[in-house]
């Protein structure tokens, strides 16, 4: 079995784990008389948080890690915490007042709780993958429970997914979980005394290329270093160097001033595979993208270099627009385009060039 296969054979069986794994402590939790009404809260969810300096590999791609810097946030961290406030007990005291987004597998709804306004996501048979699902069953299977709900079997795991996620990754770069119910498979229903998965989140606004552009000079440099410092955790993360494949303005919010990134479902640590030797045409094709060395069967530095590419197209592009600084600005500003698109810099150096124009733009005005 080639090392590719071996890769597919796993993106297969993580789905089918987490879903395992979680049936398993439904069954726990239902089966304990304390807990039969509250199912997992937010209170109660283990922390699975993994070591992460044993994932530190500052030695595997160009954007390295600058040890000066602490990416791994105690004091976000500590305030992430203290911010769960939803479980199964409190949940169904939100109050849904509207749709306001969906995706594949997920709704989310405007919900307030006593007077705050929190984003709530849950999985809907209104949703593609269930009801092209759901459609899917003739006659008799239609109204099958069994059936009906492993149409839903996938969407909710991705769901559980982010949350366990969420849950081991530390940085303001992503939008802040709020608390969350786990007690059920139920998916027909919306109401939130009854549905079995559901997320709570702070709110945030739509962002733009047009709104990026609108912001205050100051305001853009300092959006650029939270970026750096989010892409950087990405690639140094807990789990390993995370890769963004469904890189688009709608995956991200504006959150009291900062960028931050709401849709976990396509977020994963595989590095793309390759061949030491990869002949095409009797010629030797290089087997990884970037340049980067085919270590172990592995382009080991691609998603860091990925992201990266993708942040400056999305964002540094827009952020960073020589007509929107001082003309003292401009030498500064034309070497981190370059650095950016070339990707020849490491996130540590990034970082000082941005700093660097962030104190001329704050002399300058």
Same mark, same amino acid.
């Given at each position: 079995m080639t090392r590719r296969s071996i890769l597919h054979c796993t993106m297969l069986v993580i789905p089918f784990m987490l879903y395992m794994y979680f049936a398993i402590i439904f069954d726990l939790i239902t089966n304990v008389p304390?807990? +039969?009404e509250n199912g997992i809260t937010g209170d109660s969810f283990p922390t699975l948080k993994a070591n992460? $300096?044993?994932f530190e590999r500052a030695g595997s791609v160009d954007f390295l890690v600058n040890n000066s810097t602490t990416y791994y946030c105690k004091e976000y961290e500590s305030k992430c915490q203290n911010n769960i406030k939803f479980n199964c007990q409190n949940i169904k005291q939100i109050k849904l007042l509207e749709k306001i987004g969906h995706g594949v597998t997920k709704q989310a709804f405007l919900g307030l709780y006593k007077g705050e306004e929190v984003v709530v996501k849950m999985v809907?048979?209104?949703q593609k993958e269930a009801r092209e699902c759901l459609n899917g069953l003739l006659g008799s299977d239609s109204s099958d429970v069994v059936k009906r709900s492993k149409c839903f079997v996938f969407p909710t795991m991705k769901l559980m997914k982010e949350i366990l996620m969420l849950h081991q990754l530390k940085h303001e770069g992503f939008l802040r979980l709020l608390g969350f119910c786990a007690r059920s498979e139920e $998916?027909? $229903?919306t109401d939130l005394s009854e549905h079995g998965v559901i997320a709570v989140y702070e709110r945030g606004t739509i962002l733009s290329v047009g709104k990026l552009k609108s912001l205050s000079t100051e305001n853009k440099v300092r959006q650029s270093l939270h970026l750096v410092s989010f892409f950087q955790y990405l690639a140094t993360s807990p789990l390993g160097s995370l890769r963004v494949r469904d890189f688009k303005m709608e995956h991200f919010l504006m959150v009291n001033s900062t960028i931050k990134m709401i849709d976990l479902d396509d977020v994963d !640590?595989? +590095?793309?595979s390759c061949d030491a030797y990869s002949i095409e045409s009797n010629t030797q094709k290089p087997p990884c993208s970037y340049n980067l060395k085919c270590e172990m069967g592995l382009c080991n530095g691609h998603n860091a270099k990925r992201n990266i590419e993708k942040a400056n197209e999305l964002f540094f592009t827009n952020l960073l627009t020589?007509?929107?600084f001082p003309g003292e600005c401009f030498k500064m500003l034309q070497h981190i385009h370059h650095s950016l698109r070339e990707l $020849?810099? !490491?996130y540590g150096d990034l970082q000082r060039s941005l700093k660097e124009l962030l104190d001329s733009v704050i002399y300058l005005h």
């Amino acid at each position: 079995m080639t090392r590719r296969s071996i890769l597919h054979c796993t993106m297969l069986v993580i789905p089918f784990m987490l879903y395992m794994y979680f049936a398993i402590i439904f069954d726990l939790i239902t089966n304990v008389p304390d807990h +039969e009404e509250n199912g997992i809260t937010g209170d109660s969810f283990p922390t699975l948080k993994a070591n992460f $300096s044993n994932f530190e590999r500052a030695g595997s791609v160009d954007f390295l890690v600058n040890n000066s810097t602490t990416y791994y946030c105690k004091e976000y961290e500590s305030k992430c915490q203290n911010n769960i406030k939803f479980n199964c007990q409190n949940i169904k005291q939100i109050k849904l007042l509207e749709k306001i987004g969906h995706g594949v597998t997920k709704q989310a709804f405007l919900g307030l709780y006593k007077g705050e306004e929190v984003v709530v996501k849950m999985v809907t048979r209104h949703q593609k993958e269930a009801r092209e699902c759901l459609n899917g069953l003739l006659g008799s299977d239609s109204s099958d429970v069994v059936k009906r709900s492993k149409c839903f079997v996938f969407p909710t795991m991705k769901l559980m997914k982010e949350i366990l996620m969420l849950h081991q990754l530390k940085h303001e770069g992503f939008l802040r979980l709020l608390g969350f119910c786990a007690r059920s498979e139920e $998916s027909d $229903s919306t109401d939130l005394s009854e549905h079995g998965v559901i997320a709570v989140y702070e709110r945030g606004t739509i962002l733009s290329v047009g709104k990026l552009k609108s912001l205050s000079t100051e305001n853009k440099v300092r959006q650029s270093l939270h970026l750096v410092s989010f892409f950087q955790y990405l690639a140094t993360s807990p789990l390993g160097s995370l890769r963004v494949r469904d890189f688009k303005m709608e995956h991200f919010l504006m959150v009291n001033s900062t960028i931050k990134m709401i849709d976990l479902d396509d977020v994963d !640590n595989i +590095e793309p595979s390759c061949d030491a030797y990869s002949i095409e045409s009797n010629t030797q094709k290089p087997p990884c993208s970037y340049n980067l060395k085919c270590e172990m069967g592995l382009c080991n530095g691609h998603n860091a270099k990925r992201n990266i590419e993708k942040a400056n197209e999305l964002f540094f592009t827009n952020l960073l627009t020589p007509d929107a600084f001082p003309g003292e600005c401009f030498k500064m500003l034309q070497h981190i385009h370059h650095s950016l698109r070339e990707l $020849s810099v !490491n996130y540590g150096d990034l970082q000082r060039s941005l700093k660097e124009l962030l104190d001329s733009v704050i002399y300058l005005h």
